[in-house]
């Protein structure tokens, strides 16, 4: 049973910093991608951030990029992956899911939704201005 947790999330001032976590358990010898998005109130869920299996390929939504960063670590069965948030604003508030692709090759990372087969619960993000 692949489950994915998400933890991290909280409540800052605008410009401040988090970091977010999503630990991935019953993969055990899989390779898939993974992804961050998010859903603010009244709104759509939409990308955040992508990373592939690698490490080496990456992708950011443009409103997000040189502000998050996106990382994992595969080794040890440790199977995490982490957003680093920086330079947060009011607008960056929402619930952050972390999503897995399977069907993603080594390098490859997507921005569409449809790709992620299993999804966190999500943490709730909440910017003050």
């Known amino acids: 049973q692949v489950q994915l947790v998400e933890s991290g999330g909280g409540l800052v001032q605008a410009g401040g910093s988090l970091r977010l976590s999503c630990a991935a358990s019953?993969?055990?010898?899989?390779?898939?991608?993974m992804g961050w998005f998010r859903q603010a109130p009244g709104k759509e869920r939409e990308f955040v951030a992508a990373?592939?299996?690698?490490?080496?390929?990456?992708?950011?939504a443009d409103v997000v990029k040189g502000r998050f960063t996106i990382s994992r670590d595969n080794a040890n069965g440790k199977n995490t992956v982490y957003l680093q948030m920086n330079s947060l604003k009011p607008e960056d508030t929402a619930v952050y899911y972390c999503?897995?692709?399977?069907?993603?090759?080594?390098?490859?990372?997507?921005?569409?939704?449809?790709?992620?087969?299993?999804w966190g619960q999500g943490t709730q993000v909440t910017i003050s201005s």
């Open positions: 990373i592939s299996w690698s490490g080496d390929s990456t992708d950011y």
């Open positions: 999503a897995a692709d399977f069907r993603a090759n080594s390098d490859y990372a997507s921005r569409f939704q449809s790709r992620y087969e299993y």
């Open positions: 019953g993969l055990t010898s899989r390779r898939y991608a």
